[in-house]
């Protein structure tokens, strides 16, 4: 049987995790603490067992989001052994990891400081992986002698164009569309 505590760093888990899909999926600008109570099934006394406030709930359900999205990313390109697989693999995963969250989450991202620095601190190191990638690739021969630094700024540009929401706003490619587009467009213009 396991004991009381166990219970209950299960129980904040499934909270945590649930609380992270309700927030892909519908934003969070709009819940105040009740309602997000409500749609978890729980009392606002276990909420604050996970955060202090709505604001610090959010940031906590964001970095959450992110954390467990690197893993599976770094999972996927750990299959993968020629360059070009591994960058199609990190941007594809990506994608895929991006494409649960809704419009509404990446707006409020957008309009809420500490979301917005959290995708921003994680978009970049995204990008410097990538360079890892791309700087392998082109010491290896796999991809064709391009100026590393110059191919990193602009996918480190690109993201960022992503992750800031321009991308969306002028192509209307929603973020995981958008990576999805990156990783073809890579792959196809580095390969040797």
């Known amino acids: 049987m396991a004991s009381p505590v166990r219970r209950g760093a299960a129980r904040r888990d499934e909270l945590a995790d649930a609380l992270v899909e309700l927030v892909l999926a519908e934003g969070f600008a709009g819940f105040t603490l009740d309602d997000v109570a409500a749609r978890l099934r729980c009392s606002k006394r276990t909420l604050y067992g ?5 604001e610090q709930l959010v940031t906590a359900a964001v970095v959450r989001f992110f954390r467990a999205a690197t893993d599976r990313v770094e999972a996927a390109v750990a299959t993968r052994s020629a360059p070009a697989d591994r960058l199609a693999a990190y941007l594809r995963a990506v994608s895929a990891e991006l494409a649960p969250a809704s419009a509404a989450f990446f707006e409020d991202v957008a309009s809420f400081a ?30 064709r002698d391009v100026h590393v630094a110059f191919a990193a700024e602009v996918v480190a540009s690109t993201m960022e164009a992503i992750q800031q929401r321009r991308i969306a706003a002028t192509t209307g490619l929603d973020d995981a569309e958008a990576y999805e587009q990156l990783a073809t467009l890579l792959v196809r213009g580095l390969r040797s």
């Open 50 to 54: 996970l955060a202090g406030s709505k």
């Open 114 to 143: 500490p979301a917005a620095d959290i995708y921003q601190r994680n978009t970049r190191a995204a990008a410097r992986r990538v360079r890892e990638i791309i700087t392998e690739g082109v010491e290896s021969g796999a991809f």
